[in-house]
Structures are given as structure tokens and as C-alpha cells.
């Protein structure tokens, strides 16, 4: 099992920055990738960036490339992403998630509590 605990959500204005983190606890080490779906209020959840465990390889949704970066501290087993640029549409709920080795970087085997993200015009 591992655990997840988001953290840096808030409330900005457009064009404003926020840097979101998830410690994860537990078996980490099976936590190939690290990553972010976002969720808003009535629309699905979608995924937003993944890195791996070395982080040789990172993925981007297209609407966040060039504005969000993750990143990740293995000695810390916490995953970074740095939002700037911020939208009102990026307002949503923000999942960390985790993926075990063999597991595809868009399909989370383990799920954060979520933290909120809120961007005003």
C-alpha cells in the first residue's frame, strides 16, 4: 500500500503561481510513476502530468504544457508541480497519484485525498 498526502492548494488570481506536493508514504518503492489528475466540478477526472522514478520521463496533458512542470525528490518520496500561468478553467480538485512498475503512467494504482486548486478571474 502507499499512501498520499497532498499539500500547497489554494486560492490565486489569474496568472498567478502555486506549487502542489504529495508526500507518499508506505511502499514507495513500487511507486514507478508520480503524477497529477485534476477533476472539475462536473466534468470527469483528467490527468494532468507524470514523471518517473528517475525522472528520465515526463508527461504532459496538452493544455498544461509550457505553464505547469513536475518534478519529484525520491530522498523525500515527494512529487512536485509547479503551476504558473494559472487559468480560471484550471480550477479543480488536484489527485496525486501513484503507478506501480509495469503499470501505464495514465492508470494510478494509488490515489491522494485531493487538494483544491481555485483560480479567479
Known amino acids: 500500500q502507499v499512501q498520499l498526502v497532498e499539500s500547497g492548494g489554494g486560492l490565486v488570481q489569474a496568472g498567478g503561481s502555486l506549487r502542489l506536493s504529495c508526500a507518499a508514504s508506505?511502499?514507495?518503492?513500487?511507486?514507478?510513476?508520480m503524477g497529477w489528475f485534476r477533476q472539475a466540478p462536473g466534468k470527469e477526472r483528467e490527468f494532468v502530468a507524470a514523471?518517473?522514478?528517475?525522472?528520465?520521463?515526463?508527461y504532459y496533458a496538452d493544455f498544461v504544457k509550457g505553464r505547469f512542470t513536475i518534478s519529484r525528490d525520491n530522498a523525500k518520496n515527494t512529487a512536485y508541480l509547479q503551476m504558473n500561468g494559472l487559468k480560471p478553467e484550471d480550477t479543480a480538485v488536484y489527485y496525486c497519484?501513484?503507478?506501480?512498475?509495469?503499470?501505464?503512467?495514465?492508470?494510478?494504482?494509488?490515489w491522494g485525498q485531493g487538494t483544491q486548486v481555485t483560480v479567479s478571474s
Open positions: 497519484y501513484t503507478v506501480e512498475r509495469g503499470g501505464s503512467y495514465s492508470t494510478p494504482d494509488y
Open positions: 508506505g511502499r514507495t518503492l513500487s511507486s514507478f510513476y
Open positions: 514523471i518517473t522514478w528517475s525522472g528520465s520521463s515526463i
